[in-house]
């Protein structure tokens, strides 16, 4: 059985390369070494944990195999649309 896979939602590669160089992704330790006054590194992995799938789909975590990569610039905009009360 195949499955059709509608084009216009699948993501592309221009969605998510676009501006994003080499030295915005980091390891969720080596963000917290750059910006330490953003947090400790089990709050990270804590938002990393409990919003992953909103993480994702705003390109702002990318995933190879167990290791998990922020892309800094999205990540920083994604924390910064999250100023809500709960």
């Known amino acids: 059985m195949t499955t059709a896979i509608n084009r216009e939602s699948a993501p592309t590669v221009e969605r998510f390369s676009a501006s994003i160089t080499p030295e915005d992704v980091?390891?969720?330790?080596?963000?917290?070494?750059?910006?330490?006054?953003?947090?400790?590194e089990p709050s990270h992995r804590w938002v990393l944990f409990?919003?992953?799938d909103e993480l994702e789909a705003a390109g702002a975590i990318a995933r190879r195999g167990r290791r998990v990569f922020i892309v800094v610039p999205r990540y920083m905009a994604w924390m910064a649309g999250q100023g809500r009360v709960r």
């Open 26 to 40: 980091k390891t969720v330790e080596s963000f917290v070494q750059t910006w330490p006054h953003l947090g400790t």
């Open 50 to 52: 409990r919003h992953r």
